[in-house]
């Protein structure tokens, strides 16, 4: 006989899904993927495993962050030599600890801001949630009490925190939540038109503008580098404004795009940067922000009636993360690995643009240092041409417009693009006379 429980499970397909997996997928339907998953359990260099065997080309580097590959044991040993030290210390009040205290250091040598101080946390909605903070706290301390509004771009990506749902470009982000925005004093401006962003800080009034948070090349909605002119505009919007200007390189940081930062790519002298990813490849989470002396100094002067910036979590500045991301830093610079970025751009670039000339399915490819987007036409699905290259032993991730993603890691060989642009054009090919 039958129980009531084994009755319900096998009419009711939802309820066999809920009694799947104990962990819930992130960014999906667990409809779509429960049953579907790639269960990962090794990786190597450029290549991860899955746990039935399978063997992948990391096209994405995970999500944007394995840029000196998996499975790398210098930085196995930096973390378990630092767990026999001290697995890690708060940095709250008079305590901090010795790797922390070093890996700033570290970090303001290779800043994109020139004499920084440093706020280290966990990740980069971490990130994005402290320097929006931040913004406005700078602004209340400096009595403009109006300067609450933070903008940002259409189809932005700044995680998943309050502060990133509220400023997210990609609406799909912001619904379900009952209000607009979770945080009311944020608003979008256009992600490639500069004289757009103009009549918006007018129309909003610059007096009651904050900062301006952008991407330099915008990751998940689409892989967008920017237009001529568009970041510019917009340095000059917040210096004429006082708006300060905030730039997430939690994606192009530490290389992605051929220089330490994006800034330096680009010319721009950002009051604030957040960061993560890259800057320990993955292998430990942790993310920051980089201060100007603009927005610091105060905080710091030596006066009991100091501001005091009310910020800190509990792995704020973990010993064990950064001791790792010291030794990442290390062979980031051993290894030449932004140059080696600069050096295969080109080839990149024309692995790209060789991709769009094969098919007429390519609407259009846009790149910038290792990090690439193939837009395709409507009627062609990009979530499909993913699956099918995964069934090729090849890993690209469906992005905002139809896009397919390549960000590999930076030990990519030149062969190895080849191989994968291949496998993108069959794939593509396959999905397009399906």
Request: aromatic letters at 8%; a negative charge.
């Amino acid at each position: 006989m039958t129980t009531t429980a084994e009755n319900t499970s096998t009419a009711n397909p939802t309820t066999k899904i809920a009694q799947g997996s104990a962990l819930w997928p992130a960014q999906a339907r667990a409809s779509q993927v429960y049953g579907r998953q790639l269960v990962i359990s090794k990786a190597e260099g450029s290549y991860i495993e899955t746990e039935d065997g399978r063997r992948l080309f990391d096209g994405t580097a995970g999500l944007w962050h394995a840029n000196i590959g998996h499975s790398r044991p210098e930085l196995a040993q930096a973390a378990y030599d630092q767990m026999m030290n001290l697995e890690t210390y708060h940095t709250f009040a008079r305590f901090t600890n010795d790797q922390a205290a070093q890996l700033a250091e570290k970090l303001a040598e290779i800043s994109p801001i020139p004499d920084p101080k440093i706020i280290l946390n966990s990740g980069g909605s971490d990130a994005i949630d402290v320097v929006c903070k931040l913004a406005r706290r700078h602004w209340q301390r400096e009595g403009r009490h109006e300067k609450q509004i933070i903008l940002s771009r259409e189809f932005a990506y700044h995680g998943l925190h309050a502060y990133g749902t509220s400023i997210a470009g990609l609406e799909f982000n912001r619904e379900g939540y009952g209000t607009d925005s979770l945080v009311p004093e944020t608003a979008r401006v256009s992600f490639n038109d500069p004289e757009q962003v103009s009549r918006a800080v007018a129309e909003i009034g610059p007096e009651n503008i904050a900062a301006i948070v952008t991407e330099p090349v915008q990751g998940t909605g689409g892989v967008n580098p920017p237009g001529e002119g568009y970041l510019e505009t917009i340095q000059e919007l917040c210096r004429e404004h006082e708006i300060l200007l905030i730039l997430d390189e939690v994606i192009t940081g530490f290389g992605r795009v051929g220089t330490m930062f994006a800034a330096e790519r680009y010319g721009l002298q950002p009051d604030l940067v957040t960061f993560a990813k890259g800057v320990t490849s993955g292998y430990a989470p942790l993310g920051g922000i980089f201060v100007s002396r603009r927005v610091w100094e105060p905080f710091f002067e030596d006066s009991d009636d100091a501001p005091i910036f009310r910020h800190g979590s509990t792995y704020a500045g973990h010993a064990t993360a950064s001791a790792v991301a010291i030794k990442h830093l290390d062979i980031l610079r051993e290894e030449h690995l932004v140059d080696r970025v600069r050096e295969l751009e080109p080839i990149f670039a024309a692995d790209l643009e060789e991709l769009a000339q094969q098919h007429d399915d390519v609407a259009e490819v846009r790149h910038a240092g290792l990090l690439g987007g193939v837009t395709l036409r409507e009627g062609v699905a990009a979530e499909k041409v993913c699956d099918r290259m995964i069934d090729k032993g090849f890993i690209s991730r469906p992005l905002r417009g139809n896009t397919l993603q390549v960000s590999p890691p930076f030990i990519v060989k030149e062969q190895e693009l080849k191989d994968y642009f291949a496998a993108m054009s069959e794939a593509i090919t396959e999905e397009a006379t399906s």
